[in-house]
């Protein structure tokens, strides 16, 4: 997210075809768009129900493999080569994006309130900002240092380390959700420097190398069994099926239409969608610490989606396709 441009436009084999996905026009990418943030928006409250009939590991396996047979369903109909293009990428990747991001965001959703969750783990564009630096040498400057002064006074807020006997350890776990995410973003960025990955080979790839090492964990950790009901299953095929992997493509195809700057900005509405289903569904309420650090927090997103905004409108031709990966 720190240098989010116009997509190129898709190859023979580039991930998704556009067409197919009926995204061919800024209308219709538009409409995409709005569905695609209501269903991430509400993702954080389906996995809240469905982790209060799953252990977080089981749950963030079963929906991540569910998510792989599906994409890897998708590489199959779209004929693009099922063969890995980087291992490097696809384990580096893998750990961060899948291991790291996904599973922080599954344990912090499970111990705390995903009206804080969403909001922390939506930190990940400030971490970009600050991980780019040395990795590429793209310096923070002007309004994004006013970002990241209000993410940080933000992120005290909410995550209050002066109040250790309240929920500090999912809001720890949100804020490594968003770190992942990040760092997870920068490497498909790195790797992106040195070979042109097609992204729907490359995310089904790390996902598998990413859930890896969850596998191993019930060897190790007894765990409930997971209450397996029409609800359970309605709610792992919602998250994992169409989040996980209908949305990644769906996200994909809108940024091969409309600039990746003017989709963040509507991005910023899914944090804002799980507050108001968690607080109208789950009853979940606020301390004024936590409104003046949203507040920050959403200060510093709006700030940074509009000068990427602003910088893709000056410079159309600087393109890079690293899409935003779904978080969670």
């Keep these: 997210m720190t240098s989010l ?4 436009r898709p190859s023979k084999h580039s991930s998704p075809d556009v067409h197919r996905l009926n995204v061919s026009s800024r209308q219709r990418a538009y409409i995409a768009l709005a569905v695609l943030t209501v269903i991430w928006g509400m993702n954080w409250l389906a996995m809240k129900f469905a982790l209060q009939r799953a252990d977080p590991v089981s749950f963030n396996i079963q929906r991540t493999l569910l998510a792989i047979v599906v994409l890897f369903g998708a590489m199959l109909l779209r004929r693009v080569p099922l063969a890995p293009q980087s291992w490097i990428a696809i384990i580096v990747t893998g750990f961060l994006q899948t291991t790291l991001n996904f599973g922080s965001t599954t344990m912090a959703v499970a111990y705390g309130a995903p009206v804080r969750v969403s909001v922390l783990v939506f930190t990940m564009p400030f971490w970009t900002l600050l991980l780019a630096w040395p990795v590429f040498g793209e310096r923070v400057r002007g309004g994004q240092w006013l970002a990241v002064l209000l993410a940080l006074v933000g992120l005290t807020l909410v995550v209050e380390p002066w109040n250790w006997h309240e929920e ?8 490594l959700s968003g770190f992942g995410w990040a760092s997870g973003t920068i490497a498909t960025k790195y790797f992106q420097r040195e070979k042109q990955l ?3 080979n490359f995310i089904a790839w790390q996902m598998v190398a990413g859930i890896i090492p969850f596998l191993f964990i019930p060897l190790f950790r007894d765990a409930p069994p997971t209450r397996w009901d029409a609800a359970y299953i309605a709610l792992l ?4 099926a169409l989040c996980t992997a209908a949305g990644f493509l769906i996200w994909i195809a809108v940024l091969r239409v409309l600039p990746a700057g003017t989709a963040a900005l509507n991005m910023l509405a899914i944090p804002a ?3 108001v289903s968690s607080m109208l569904v789950l009853g979940e309420r606020l301390s004024g610490n936590d409104w003046l650090g949203i507040a920050c927090i959403a200060g510093g997103l709006l700030t940074i989606s509009l000068l990427a ?5 000056r410079s159309a031709s600087d393109v890079t396709s690293v899409p935003m990966i779904e978080s969670g």
């Excluded at 905004?309 to 409108?313: G, L, N």
């Design 168 to 175: 500090i350890k999912p809001r720890l776990w949100a804020v």
């Design 5 to 8: 441009r116009r997509l190129p």
């Design 237 to 240: 095929i919602y998250s994992g």
């Design 309 to 313: 905004w602003r910088a893709a409108r």
């Design 198 to 200: 097609d992204m729907l």
């Design 273 to 275: 969608i799980a507050l």
